[in-house]
């Protein structure tokens, strides 16, 4: 099979070596249940926000290849910016739209997480957390709704990211992306889904 992965730093792994990032290690889970993963293409860089990602889809060698299975992962740099929550509807419905033409139309091999909640991080110290869980809430609340009105599959990875807070091992050494072993949580929730729909 073949996986396309869009997002931002936690699709690219900032921190993490690339077979451990969530994309590579859902690919192992994938190849070690016979649904063998033969390709991984990634469009992803840190700090991206929905329109970045847009440009990035754009200028990628990606256009007219369909995927087997398409993940979606963005908002965490909108929410971090402040950008209007509008505009990230907008954006990410017309994301979704891209990533289900890149799955063939098929809407059961598309795959939206859900944005951690980096506040439970040591970067948010010194931070509101609790006005900062209600953003990132309030920005996962529209890419649930989006994803749901398309009948694709949610898969709601904020909990888990917030073991990070009493955790240490769960946050890479910059004290703010996702470490392997927190990608290994995710692909815990994720892999099941996807399995399901292959």
């Known amino acids: 099979m073949s996986y396309l992965a869009l997002g931002d730093s936690y699709t690219f792994g900032q ?7 969530y994309p590579y ?14 390709s991984v293409k990634v469009i992803a860089t840190t700090g991206w926000t929905t329109d970045e990602l847009i440009k990035g889809i ?3 060698d ?6 087997d299975i398409v993940t979606l992962l963005i908002g965490v740099n909108n929410q971090f910016r402040g950008y209007p929550k509008d505009v990230y509807r907008t954006e990410f419905a017309q994301l979704l739209n891209t990533a289900i033409a890149y799955a ?5 091999r598309v ?22 869980s209600e953003d990132i809430a309030a920005f996962n609340a529209i890419n ?55």
């Open 15 to 21: 921190e993490v070596e690339t077979s451990k990032t």
């Open 25 to 38: 290690q859902l690919a192992a889970r994938l190849t070690a249940a016979h649904h063998p993963v033969s």
């Open 58 to 60: 754009n200028a990628s």
């Open 62 to 67: 990606t256009q007219g290849k369909t995927y």
């Open 104 to 108: 063939n139309g098929n809407k059961r």
């Open 111 to 132: 795959f939206v997480l859900s944005i951690p909640d980096w506040g439970a991080t040591p970067f948010a110290n010194g931070r509101n957390l609790e006005k900062l």
């Open 144 to 198: 649930k709704s989006e994803t749901d009105k398309q009948g694709v599959a949610y898969i709601d990875i904020t909990g888990i990211s917030t073991k990070a807070a009493t955790d240490a091992s769960l946050t890479a050494g910059d004290g703010l992306h996702p470490s392997a072993a927190m990608y290994s949580l995710w692909v815990q929730q994720l892999a099941p889904v996807v399995l399901s729909h292959l």
